[in-house]
Each structure stands twice: as structure tokens, then as C-alpha cells.
């Protein structure tokens, strides 16, 4: 049987939140938002607690800013945001950090290097705010039941699917920090954002420290940039706001977006 403390679950500005209280029925509180897991996608609720015993899900607490992968360690399992935000850290030799990535509910993450079993992990994995994790052994999840049943099979399409869906996003950071300038490097991303949500006016998902660590680039340079562009009419912005200009914003909606 597999045991959780009694979760209940908000909803929250975009975000599933969940508030631990402490007793045993929990797992009922916690299925409604796995459905819509991309791992979970398919599979019927009520299947959910058998599955999840069977491949010896436990779900760990961090607190804001705990280390929750170190770099260089191997990784045998799957994490699963239930809650909060993490983010996926590369330290250069100068000791600058480089974002890859932000993980907030309802994401997976480490899946690939879980997957090859052998590889250590070239980045660090943070907690941006007290976060919590469901971790699940991928050769769990890849080893079909005795059964062969459905279910397992649809959590192994799903795992496939994420680790495709990784590869692309991971391009499209390639398509961005590939840019000469940082001006270039900007319009890249902003451009994508708008494409992607089909609006010229935007919040982004980044302070503006993260967008300098994601895209590479010194803060004080892409401030400047920033700063040109809104002289230049391109763009408006105020704080993590944004709103291109009709131009802009055509000329974004005719490009394709970064693979």
C-alpha cells in the first residue's frame, strides 16, 4: 500500500498547490491532479494506486534553495513536480550560473539520464521555493507488469513521449542562445513566446536575473538591450511584462518557431 500524508490540492494562479495534513487518506486527494501528469496521461484514476505501489513512488520534500540533484551524481529516477518550482543550473569554471531549464507542477525532469542509467548529470537541480517531488524508478516504469496490462503500456508510450518533447525543448534553447548578439538572443525568445501564446502582449516565466542566465548573457548588457529596444518602439516592457509592437509582433507571427 502505498502511503502519503493527506494532501490537499488548490488551484491556484496557474499552479496545482498542495498542503500536507498529516493522516492516510491521501492518495484520493492526490489522483485528480496526476491524470494531468503527462506521465499519467491515459490512464484511467481509479488504476492509479496500484500502479503507483507497483513502481515504488515516493514523493520527498525540499525546501527553498535545497540542492535536490547534485551535479555529477548518476540518477536512477523520475521526478515528478507535485509542487513549487526548481530550476536546472549549469556552473561554469567562473562560477556563473547558466539556467536550463525551470520545472513547476505537473513536469517531469531528469528523465533522459534516468533512462541511460550510466551518464552523471552535468547540471545541478535547485528548489526555487519549498518544493515537492514524486520520484519514480524508471526501470519501474519501462518493465512491463506480469500482466502486460494496458495501463502499463500507455505509462511507457508516455515516457517516450517526454523524452521526445525534451529533446525539442532543448533545441529550441540551442535555436535561442545560438544568436551572435544579445539582442538577437532576446527577439529570439521573445519572438517564440508570442508565437507560442498568439499574443503580442506577454508575461514571461523568468525574472529578469533568470532570462540573463537562460539565454547566456551578462544582466547589465541584455538591461541595455532591453532598454534600446523600448527606444527603438519595439518592444514595451516593465518588470517581466511585455508587449511588442504591431510590427514586431507580425513579424514573429510569420516566423516558425524554434524546433
Request: hydrophobic share 40%; glycine share 4%; with cysteine.
Amino acid at each position: 500500500m502505498l502511503l502519503f500524508f493527506r494532501t490537499v490540492l488548490y488551484y491556484i494562479k496557474g499552479n496545482y498547490m498542495l498542503f500536507l495534513q498529516h493522516g492516510e487518506e491521501t492518495m484520493n486527494d492526490l489522483l485528480p491532479f496526476l491524470t494531468q501528469v503527462s506521465l499519467f496521461k491515459g490512464i484511467q484514476m481509479a488504476e492509479l494506486p496500484e500502479m503507483l505501489t507497483n513502481l515504488n513512488a515516493r514523493k520527498v520534500s525540499y525546501k527553498k534553495q535545497e540542492v535536490i540533484l547534485r551535479e555529477g551524481q548518476s540518477v536512477y529516477s523520475v521526478g515528478v513536480m507535485l509542487s513549487g518550482k526548481v530550476k536546472v543550473v549549469k556552473v561554469d569554471f567562473r562560477g556563473n550560473a547558466n539556467i536550463m531549464a525551470f520545472i513547476e507542477p505537473g513536469e517531469m525532469f531528469a528523465e533522459a539520464y534516468a533512462c541511460t542509467q550510466t551518464a552523471n548529470l552535468p547540471f545541478t537541480v535547485l528548489s526555487v521555493t519549498e518544493s515537492e517531488i514524486l520520484w519514480i524508478n524508471y526501470r519501474k516504469i519501462i518493465s512491463t507488469c506480469t500482466s502486460a496490462c494496458r495501463s502499463h503500456e500507455k505509462l511507457i508510450e508516455n515516457m517516450m513521449r517526454a523524452l521526445a518533447s525534451k529533446s525539442i525543448l532543448l533545441n529550441q534553447k540551442i535555436e535561442h542562445i545560438s544568436k551572435r548578439t544579445t539582442q538577437e538572443k532576446l527577439l529570439a525568445y521573445l519572438f517564440d513566446q508570442s508565437k507560442k501564446l498568439g499574443v503580442n502582449e506577454f508575461d514571461i516565466p523568468l525574472s529578469r536575473q533568470e532570462l540573463a542566465d537562460y539565454l547566456c548573457v551578462d544582466r547589465s548588457a541584455m538591461s541595455n538591450e532591453l532598454c534600446k529596444l523600448q527606444r527603438e518602439g519595439v518592444l514595451n516592457f516593465h518588470l517581466n511584462h511585455f508587449k511588442l509592437s504591431k510590427s514586431s509582433s507580425e513579424e514573429a507571427h510569420n516566423l516558425p518557431i524554434s524546433p
